[in-house]
């Protein structure tokens, strides 16, 4: 590489960290933060998750009754997700979006154990911030242009290490002070993890930005599944009780777990149940069945590996990103993946400004 062309892209790996890098650093370390505020989360706040007395001897509370309390709370309008227990002993978890955004917690009674908004909390703030940075869809999209400029950094940072000879030399100066070290640290990590970092970045961004699984589905030639409208004639019956609803959803994954339970909060719109099947890797699973909320009829069914290429790859990309697909050694991973990135920010920043500023050099 000449000289003269080995400054384009040192300025173009410079200006690129400096603009948008901050920001991807910053995120990184959010999501490495996240990987220990669950669990720290569910500890500290037990009384929410878990139920201190379960009823073993009465009925669980129905999901309808909870539904009918939410709408008269928060407005027709609002819509909700229900998460029922899965293992025993858990709590019911209501999420909500609408005039307020958050999380009520209930046990098998329907007794309220607590709430709290998307920002309340150590780890729900932090993971607003590092999905939204508060700004909602704009921050999804605006998150997911800074993922995608990773793969820019790592292109040009990895020609600019390039080596003319191999095997290359991957020791660390820690001998000559801080400046040399920190320089073939961020150097040598840069090219050895980058490509490690890369699937995390790309996951991450795959999964704020909609218009990415779109784009995949369109690529491969699909058609995006979505959610069936309801006929016009059924929206003058009464609504169906959510239970009734669910069962009937059961019918087509008969044993399989129910993850969610999505009811809009606009009329016309059908109510959705996910369910996780043996061979989903979905934490949440991702195989559902939409209903007419006014007459119990099922409009679709879809079976996860039966929807389209942009929604289907999410059964592997979301547990990949959050760790779950490979249990505790690949989390601490990402967790660890985050803390190099947020490094990597860290020491770029520090060698620019030791580069550019004579009285830092001094």
Known sequence: MTPRLRR????????????????????????ALLTVAKPLDQGFNAHLFVQSDPAAEQPPVSLESL?????????????????????????????????????????????ELGRRGDTEGLHNLLFELHSTVLLGDAGRALLAFVALSYLLLLLSGLVLWWPQRWPPNLKIRLRR????????LHRTAGAVLGLLIAVSVATGAYMAWPPLRTAVTHLAGDTQVKAPPVPAESLQLPRRPLDELVATAQTRFPG???????????????????????????????????????????????????????????TVIYPLHTGELGGTPLT???????LVLAGLGISGLWLWTRRTWPPARR
């Open 67 to 111: 539904r009918t309390r939410l709408t008269a709370e928060f407005g027709a309008g609002t819509h909700l997700t229900l998460r029922p227990p899965r293992v025993a002993g858990e709590s019911l978890r209501a999420y909500v979006s609408g005039p307020w955004d958050g999380i009520v917690y209930y046990d098998d009674t329907g007794r």
């Open 177 to 184: 002070g801080w400046h040399p070290a920190l320089y073939d």
């Open 256 to 314: 399989a777990m129910v993850g969610y339970v999505q009811v809009p909060g606009r009329e016309g719109q059908a109510v959705r149940v996910r369910f996780k099947v043996e061979d989903d890797r979905h934490p949440n699973g991702l195989s559902s069945v939409w209903l007419n909320p006014h007459t119990g009829e099922i409009l679709s069914t879809y079976r996860w590996n039966e929807l389209d290429t942009g929604s289907r790859i999410i």
């Open 332 to 338: 601490v991973l990402v967790g660890l993946g985050g």
């Open 8 to 31: 384009v892209w040192f300025q173009a790996h410079t200006w690129l960290a400096l603009s948008l890098g901050w920001l991807l650093a910053l995120n990184a370390l959010l999501g």
